[in-house]
């Protein structure tokens, strides 16, 4: 089959529901921590739980290789949330749009206040988000928005609702190469009830929006699960190989991982922990080992006792100054926040930490070449 | 040591750093105890005006700065990014990267040589890294290259001289310097390379992912220069044993 006509979205989802970890032993595990070059198979033997009592030998592997194929180097970014309304009724969101929180959207003015206030802390590289919502923050806003931040950053991401490809392009052109969509779980049926109402219900039309993002021509996507909301296994190995044959299709994207699990969120009642510590690394080593050459990002809902323990084995990326509210580094919060971060380090305390661990901190590593 | 010419420079340290792994800390140290003369770095890396910017730790002294154009995916871009360089002050010496591949960062040579031939009639001292193909050698050369890198293995990889047969047919054909770039894992590799007569080597990920980088760097020094005496030495012959010589081949020769 010729690369450019594969259909990833049939490839990664129609085996979910067979998917079975529960066949693999200490065997299958060992294989795939001798392999060099870890196959699909191997993959998930690592996420099975054969592979729970091999953790200690996943994570010397993993870190291995983050540093062959990343140095020492750590990126520092931070998130900008430049809006937080919403169409999307999800039923484990801060955003979603039955809560009554403080929704607000800034100004040009106000992005480009914002953006004065980060670039102050010394970050270049940045990542724009909205909720979903076409009529309040349409694809006219985030481009402009992404033209004030391009003024301050030397890299910029969006993370906002899906795009048609020319919508990609008007985006990109303004200034945005690397794109974050996160399928959240690739469990239809869980997709189907989790999503209650709203245009993300289109679970192919999410699904494929990475791909439309790479040929809309940004350099870079970032995928993954919310894990928790199904199995977390099955839903850790179809980012993986949707992240597998997107570079398959796409040798030149920069394929990056994020690893979010679910936390609490503004009226959210009850907490119920999913994914425990010992799961979430499991998943992060076994991308890593499969996907050497990917990024993987670390987000500041884990707490800081969790990313002081990981940093060093398979991540690639991490924030700091984070502020998950609409506006508010100047200490003024527009609109309230999607989820509370356990981690609210700044920037030149987030220096200082990956400095006691050996590590580099990046603040830039991009050049626009477009 | 005996040295060699890059464009107007000569240089005599024949071991050359990549910078990309470090601590930006440990820099100074490497290179001192690596006494290179010519480091690279990745121009997306500069932070100018800003903290960490990787330019303030490799420049000054007989520094040659060789900045790269690591996250170029075609001609057009490795161009671009060139000229952002000269802008930034970085010297008229680039190394283009086009890597369309983020998997193994394989290079890819047609573009390669495009840009080439673009930037050398620009006035740049252009050091093509490539995969070691002696044909788009030839072409990099003919489109203005003031030497070739050819890769060794895999960038990062640390397995050593796979493309050994492939770099010696470039050393052996193309009259410009060979330096072998990429997949250098150990000491004794490099100092395998420069006996096979390359012009010098470029180490990054051997040195950066060392337990002691200085040391490991002091060594790197030390087996490039043995290596290049070596060559300098003309090798002594490898015996080949003859076969059993029970029905002679030439034994007809003595039947009078």
């Not at chain 1, 245009?199 to 929006?209: L, V």
């Not at chain 1, 580094?329 to 050996?358: P, T, W």
């Not at chain 2, 140290?29 to 890396?45: F, K, Q, S």
């Amino acid at each position: 089959m010729k690369a450019s006509e594969m259909n990833i979205e049939a490839l990664v989802t129609d085996g979910y529901e067979a998917l079975d970890f529960s066949q693999y032993t200490a065997e299958d595990v060992r294989g795939a921590l001798a392999a060099e070059d870890v196959q699909p198979e191997g993959f998930k033997a690592l996420l099975s739980p054969a592979a729970r009592p091999f953790l200690e030998q996943m994570a010397q592997k993993a870190s291995r290789l983050t540093r062959e194929h990343f140095g020492v180097n750590i990126q520092l970014y931070t998130p900008i949330y430049i809006a937080n309304y919403c169409v999307n009724h999800c039923a484990y969101c801060g955003f979603n749009c039955t809560n009554h929180i403080k929704r607000a959207k800034l100004t040009p003015e106000e992005i480009e206040h914002e953006a004065q206030c980060i670039a102050n802390t010394g970050l270049t590289d940045i990542l724009l988000l909205t909720g979903e919502s076409r009529r309040h923050s349409d694809v006219d806003y985030i481009a402009e928005g992404v033209r004030i931040l391009d003024r301050y950053f030397s890299s910029i991401g969006i993370e906002v609702y899906p795009m048609h490809v020319e919508e990609y392009e008007k985006v990109h052109e303004a200034g945005a190469d690397y794109l974050s969509v996160y399928q959240e779980t690739y469990d239809r049926t869980v997709y189907d009830e989790v999503h209650l109402s709203g245009p993300k219900k289109d679970y192919s039309y999410r699904f494929n929006a990475p791909e439309r993002g790479l040929l809309a021509g940004f350099r870079g996507v970032s995928i993954g699960a919310l894990l928790g909301l199904s199995d977390f296994r099955k839903d850790a190995y179809c980012t993986g190989m949707h992240g597998w044959y997107l570079q398959r299709k796409y040798p030149h994207a920069e394929i990056g991982f994020s690893v979010p699990r679910l936390r609490p969120y503004a009226n959210s009642g009850a907490y119920k922990s999913l994914v425990h510590d010992a799961d979430l690394l499991q998943v992060m080593l076994a991308y890593r080992i499969f996907m050497p050459f990917a990024g993987v990002n670390i987000s500041t809902r884990e707490s800081r006792s969790f990313r002081d323990n990981v940093i060093t084995l398979a991540p690639t990326k991490m924030s700091a100054g984070v502020n998950t509210g609409v506006g508010g580094h100047d200490g003024e919060r527009k609109g309230e926040a999607q989820f509370e971060i356990s981690d609210d380090r700044s920037v030149e305390e987030a220096r200082a930490f990956l400095a006691s661990k050996g590590l580099q901190v990046v603040f830039n590593d991009y050049v626009r070449a477009f | 040591m005996d040295g060699f010419t890059l464009g107007p420079k000569r240089f005599h340290s024949r071991l050359f750093l990549g910078t990309g792994k470090f601590p930006l800390a440990n820099m100074r140290a490497v290179i001192e105890a690596g006494a290179c003369e010519m480091v690279t770095l990745a121009l997306r890396r500069a932070n100018v005006g800003g903290e960490e910017n990787i330019l303030e730790y490799v420049k000054g002294g007989n520094m040659t700065l060789l900045p790269n154009t690591s996250g170029a995916r075609n001609a057009e871009e490795a161009v671009r990014i060139a000229h952002l360089a000269r802008e930034l002050g970085c010297g008229d010496f680039i190394k283009i990267e086009v890597i369309p591949d983020s998997k193994y960062l394989m290079p890819d040579n047609y573009e390669t040589v495009k840009a080439t031939e673009i930037l050398a009639k620009e006035g740049f001292v252009v050091l093509p890294y490539m995969n070691p193909d002696l044909v788009d050698a030839r072409r990099a050369i003919e489109a203005g290259a003031a030497a070739v890198m050819p890769l060794a293995a895999p960038i990062g990889s640390n397995k050593g001289l796979l493309t050994r047969e492939h770099i010696k047919m470039l050393i052996d054909e193309i009259d410009a310097p060979v330096i072998v770039d990429a997949g250098i894992g150990k000491p004794s590799q490099a100092c395998e390379a420069m006996e096979l007569g390359a012009a010098a080597v470029l180490v990054n990920t051997a040195v950066a992912t060392a337990g002691d980088p200085v040391l490991m760097a002091e060594a790197f020094k030390e087996a490039v220069r043995a290596g290049r005496r070596a060559y300098l030495a003309k090798a002594g012959r490898v015996l080949e044993y003859a076969g059993d010589a029970s029905s002679p081949l030439t034994g007809f020769l003595g039947v009078q």
